[in-house]
């Protein structure tokens, strides 16, 4: 029996790891594209509104596999899901190393988001079903560290590809990177067994889309991606226009990634503290607000380094509660089904975010009105998490601790 707990306590934390490297994968193939813009752009002879749709075109595909993932990885378990999102991932990025124009690209960013769009509901289910409540919280901080990880490690990647060769190696490397997570995944992922069997995709769906916490969370997640995934796009272009070179608009960005790897263990470690999460979460949310204006109005190289690692921090402290506080309003059964919809409804505002950022900029031919669009996000988040009912939360903390 011992040998048998010993197994399980070793087995969790390398499932958790594999969860992490494949969520991870998908933000670094993701954000391959934005500091390759500068240099990128010209060649293919793109402005920056179309520049910024190839990240609009990235979510078209994520937004769209998160639901059926969902549902299937609830059904099935999870590792052939994550394998072949590996794959498509992998493939569809070494494709973006050979365009020679906007159009391929724009389909071929598609494809890379239908990959990646699969991996959260899987990654999120793996780990609400392999730890327990009490230690869920650090478990999933670690798991949400992949997002802004996933900015440091594809900053650092492009900065050094870049050195040595062009933007077109940076997305061959990724790309064959990925394909490497897919060989591993095939060997070494595990599910615990648990299927949602005896219950129809449609009774689950309505489950999670009845549920009001459930669908505020959702709301409060597509407000937050508004901010976050708009401010990764175009951070680096925007300290650019600063009159900062490449490599320190890059240095920049990676302090960016490097508040947000403490954001997360902070805010998974205040989870499993206290019950009660809905106000640990406002406060991040809150402090978005004014820390993007104050970004926005920094022309000093010390200034926006502190705050970009001040942004870092707290929208990872932020990204550990949305799927954590989802999976306790629906429960480990149906944790896959009701983070794909609610990851769904989270990336339509990282869609919709960087294309409308990029529109305001070329017709202002100015960074101004972008930061105030930006910090929109947040008031609108707060104002749904406000309409949280904690009762919910509290009712399924208990009978899980039963």
């Not at 087995?11 to 994968?25: E, R, V």
């Not at 969902?70 to 190393?97: C, H, K, N, P, T």
């Not at 492009?158 to 990925?178: E, K, P, Q």
């Not at 401010?231 to 920049?252: C, D, L, P, Q, R």
Request: net charge positive; hydrophobic share 55%; glycine share 12%.
């Amino acid at each position: 029996m011992k040998t048998n707990e010993t197994t399980v306590s070793w087995m969790k934390w390398l499932i958790l790891a594999l969860a992490f490297t494949s969520y991870l994968m998908g933000f670094i193939v993701r954000f391959a594209w934005a500091p390759l813009i500068p240099v990128a752009s010209p060649e293919l002879g793109i402005d920056m509104t179309r520049a910024g749709l190839y990240m609009s075109a990235f979510y078209i595909g994520y937004v769209l596999t998160h639901i059926p993932a969902g549902l299937l990885a609830d059904r099935f378990g999870v590792r052939y899901i994550l394998v072949a999102a590996m794959l498509l991932e992998g493939f569809s990025s070494i494709g973006m190393a050979f365009i020679g124009s906007f159009g391929p690209g724009f389909m071929i960013r598609i494809v890379t988001g239908l990959g990646a769009g699969t991996v959260y509901a899987a990654a999120v289910r793996s780990v609400a079903t392999w730890f327990g409540p009490r230690e869920r919280g650090i478990a999933f901080g670690v798991l949400m560290l992949s997002p802004t990880a996933g900015v440091l490690v594809s900053n650092q990647v492009a900065s050094l590809v870049m050195h040595y060769s062009s933007w077109r190696s940076v997305f061959i490397v990724v790309g064959c990177w990925a394909i490497v997570q897919a060989v591993i995944l095939f060997f070494l992922m595990k599910d615990t067994g648990e299927r949602t069997e005896g219950q129809s995709f449609i009774s689950g769906l309505r489950f999670i889309t009845g549920n009001r916490n459930i669908m505020r969370m959702a709301f409060t997640g597509f407000c937050v991606m508004w901010l976050q995934v708009g401010f990764i796009s175009w951070g680096n272009t925007s300290i650019k226009n600063v009159g900062f070179s490449i490599e320190k608009a890059g240095f920049i960005m990676t302090l960016f990634g490097v508040g947000g790897i403490l954001g997360p263990l902070v805010s998974g470690y205040l989870a499993d503290l206290f019950n009660d999460k809905k106000w640990l979460l406002m406060f991040g949310v809150f402090l978005l607000i004014p820390l993007v204006l104050l970004f926005g109005n920094s022309t000093s190289f010390a200034a926006l380094a502190a705050l970009a690692c001040a942004l870092g921090f707290f929208n990872g402290y932020i990204n550990t509660f949305l799927p954590l506080m989802v999976s306790e309003y629906s429960g480990p059964q149906w944790a896959a089904t009701a983070n794909g919809v609610t990851g769904c409804i989270f990336q339509m505002g990282a869609m919709l975010g960087p294309a409308v950022i990029g529109w305001s900029i070329d017709i202002t031919n100015s960074f101004q009105t972008a930061w105030w669009l930006l910090a929109a996000g947040p008031v609108v988040g707060i104002a749904f998490l406000m309409t949280i009912k904690k009762t919910q939360q509290a009712v399924y903390s208990e009978s899980l601790s039963s």
